[in-house]
């Protein structure tokens, strides 16, 4: 696991390279930097976060915070350095790599509302953990397919690590989600099961 969220780790750190390198950015305003920038943290970031899920719930948390400051601060920075094209592109008339954003937007939303309600919500365990994760993974596909579709500083090379980051992420939630139900199927299994010596005791 380390060595997956490692692997995330270095592909934030090639995009950002990649971006700071391209020429897309040369001469760019501070909000167009800042935007681009905090997109390429936010994709390792989701990439990593799948990985995270067992036996480090308390780094899953802080980077599903991270990921939502992220993403607060490329929106903002989209609407400083362009108010009427950030707008547009957040609408359902926007193109479709803008559509992706908004939707992505929207379901990090409810997940990060899901992990905020998880005690309140009279969920079992694994049905918690199958809608999270399942809305976690949509939020990965069109993010990271947002992110391909931009024509600008992460063309090129920037694209294959966008590629291979949002493979890692999807294979991530897949494993997750399988383990789920697995261990929803091992609950299952062992509610209905007959404790040992019981038939001798009734």
């Known amino acids: 696991m380390r060595l997956l969220v490692g692997a995330a780790a270095f592909g934030g750190v090639l995009l950002l390279v ?17 935007s681009t920038l905090t997109a390429c943290v936010a994709v390792a970031a989701l990439a990593a976060q799948p990985w995270l899920t067992r036996r480090r719930v308390g780094a899953h948390v802080r980077v599903g915070g991270v990921i939502a400051v992220l993403v607060a601060a490329h929106v903002v920075a989209l609407l400083i350095e362009s108010p009427d094209d ?27 509302l899901l992990g ?11 049905t918690w953990r ?17 992110a391909i579709l931009i024509q600008g500083a992460l063309d090129g090379w920037g694209t294959v690590v966008l590629l291979a980051l949002g493979g890692l992420g999807v294979v991530g939630v897949v494993v997750r989600l399988v383990a789920v139900l697995r261990s929803g199927d091992a609950m299952a299994h062992d509610r209905g099961r007959v404790r040992p010596g019981a038939d001798e005791h009734g």
């Open 18 to 34: 990649l971006a700071l390198a391209a020429p897309h950015l040369d001469r760019a305003s501070p909000a167009l930097l800042v």
């Open 130 to 146: 199958f809608v999270h994760g399942s809305l976690a993974g949509l939020v990965v596909v069109l993010g990271v397919g947002h």
């Open 86 to 112: 950030a707008l547009y592109s957040m609408s359902l008339d926007g193109p479709t790599r803008a559509r992706m954003a908004l939707f992505a937007m929207v379901l990090l939303a409810v997940v990060t």
């Open 116 to 126: 905020v309600l998880r005690r309140r919500l009279r969920w079992s365990a694994p």
